[in-house]
Nanobody, 113 residues
Framework: QVQLVESGGGLVQSGGSLRLSCVASGFTFSRYAMRWYREAPGKERELVAHISGASTTNYADSVKGRFTISRDNTKNTVYLQMNSLKPEDTAVYYC???????WGKGTLVTVSS
């Protein structure tokens, strides 16, 4: 069955960096688009970044120029490199298999001011 396992979250100071990873299994990873979403306390889940099977990328305006989504099809893994982190980036970050709408359990990112 489809599984998505995120890792890489943690506590970081404002201005710092983190790299999130999501290892996928149970489907032909290289063919499909993947997404990162986040959900901050008291807010709705929002789309952060999208990468197509051909590695075309799109970003939310709030993270453009700071976050980079990428994929390694040999490792069935999608990444989210997050630089210049701000306290408002604090959230649980979720990996999403877009075509079938599967979700990982999330990884918590906390940015201290």
């Amino acid at each position: 069955q489809v599984q998505l396992v995120e890792s890489g979250g943690g506590l970081v100071q404002s201005g710092g960096s983190l790299r999130l990873s999501c290892v996928a299994s149970g489907f032909t990873f290289s063919r499909y688009a993947m997404r990162w979403y986040r959900e901050a306390p008291g807010k709705e889940r929002e789309l952060v970044a999208h990468i197509s099977g051909a590695s075309t990328t799109n970003y939310a305006d709030s993270v453009k120029g700071r976050f980079t989504i990428s994929r390694d099809n040999t490792k069935n893994t999608v990444y989210l490199q997050m630089n210049s982190l701000k306290p408002e980036d604090t959230a649980v970050y979720y990996c999403n298999y877009f075509a079938m709408n599967y979700w990982g359990k999330g990884t918590l990112v906390t940015v201290s001011s």
